[in-house]
């Protein structure tokens, strides 16, 4: 299209090709008008010379109100992947110009590890009884040295004797024979075999379940990539390891705690009265997937999936009847007792207040005041509870207005009003449900912080290479922050278990916080 297309058009058709003209420009000025405060972006999108406290303070022209201030706590989302931060890396290219595989390339030199750390002590394994017929060794039995393996471990002080230091440590392994001819070997332990996983769960391994436990808190809590981790051991605590060891040692965490979340804290989600769920993008070898979260009041998991049904029914089964707070998506709606997250409307209320159609614009400013009106109402009632039935009368002409609003926009020609007219009667129950029984949230603030420090994770690793570093990711944020919910030392907690799956003995509880 351009001046001499318009200049042919005549005048019947150049009036309708105005008006669309028209909305297309009010519609990419109030895209590019867009903030946290007014969509789902995540306040990281802010350019850096914006405070984010800039957009709190009223503006003159927004009506007078108390803003979000009547909100739980502030609020961000994390719906949206940046455009650059969270791009998959380039594929590295070889002198061919194809692609070329992770990981060792074929010819390349090979590295070794090399014993220069002292052996600080020897551990003796000697079996305690014959593995045919069950008799005990005596103390005069001639035991025979079969084998050996080295590890390295972590020494943690205390208050009194603070340190942190390796530990190396040599395993000797003794046969015995027993009188009925049987030879009996003391044996490293070793887990059994599990589907679905590729790492082993063995004492065989080089580093001990504290040095592992460690290496996790490194990866998934610092967010400090494999070379960094390994940089960090060589200069701080003079070790080698190589990325791969570092990578199989995560891997290895992630498959000991799998009992635990699978089998105790999928069953006390399923039991919580309150659930919060929310989910962000994760990227799985440059596919996009998602990143769920579910918590309740003393457990948090997580799992990667696609952004489907599926995810929520095989997680809590369809018999779920606690509830749910949640955003617009719609497959929640397949639960009957849930919660909207009130800051999500607001924002799109404002969104409409401060867009170009008048329509909207009148809409928008009547749904920010009828619900910042009714969030006060919700807040000065928690502070001296009345009788539910008392808040529910005080707050009908409210929900009639706010209601009969929605009702009459729902068929208007400004699209943006439409949708959010339809939204609010779509989930009108999910939405009033808090003003019925004011105890309830407004937002769902507790799943998006929750998320806040697995997105930056996203940010910095762009996601995982494969379905197996996906599960152990989730798997170990599951532990990590379900033990902090509770006051526990998830990294003791992980050291434990591991060492434990390790000899194949049965896998500890997570336990739960005893109340005062």
Known sequence: MDTDYLDDLPEGELRPLSKQLLADLKEARE??????????????????????????????????????????????????????DSATPPAATGDSGKPKKAGRQVGSPGYSRNLTLPVTRTIEHRPDCCAACGQSFADNTDYRPWNARFELELEVGN?????????????DYFSATCPCGHQTLAEPGRGADEDGWSVALSEWHLCGPRLVSFLVYLSLSLRASRRR???????????YLSTSTINQCIHEAGRAVAPVVDEQLIAELKAAGLLHIDETPWKEAGQLFWLWVFVSAQTVIYQVGKRHRLVVNQLLGEAFCGLLMTDGYSVYRIFPRRLRCWAHLVRKARALYQCLDSEGQAFGEALLLAMILLMRNIHRLRESPPDAESLWAQ??????????????????AHVDSRQLAGEFLNDWEAIVRVVETPAHPLTNNVAERSLRHWVLLRKITFGSRTAQGSRVVALLASVIDTAR????????????????????QPVPRLPMPVLA
Request: charged share 30%.
């Open 159 to 171: 208050a009194e004797s603070p340190k942190l230091q390796i530990e190396h440590s040599r395993h």
């Open 31 to 84: 895209r590019l008008k867009q903030s946290p405060d007014t969509s789902s972006r995540p306040p990281s999108s802010r350019e850096p010379w914006q405070s984010n406290q800039s957009s709190a303070e009223p503006s003159e022209e927004a009506p007078a109100t108390d803003d979000l201030s009547a909100l739980d706590s502030s609020e961000s989302s994390s719906d949206d992947l940046p455009s650059q």
């Open 229 to 239: 981790i390994q940089a960090y051991l060589r200069d701080w605590l003079g070790i």
């Open 395 to 412: 707050n009908q002409q409210l929900l009639t207005l706010l209601r009969s609003l929605c009702e009459t926009h729902r068929d208007i």
């Open 485 to 504: 919910l509770r006051d526990l030392n998830p990294w003791e907690f992980i050291a434990q278990t591991l060492a434990e799956r390790r000899k194949n």
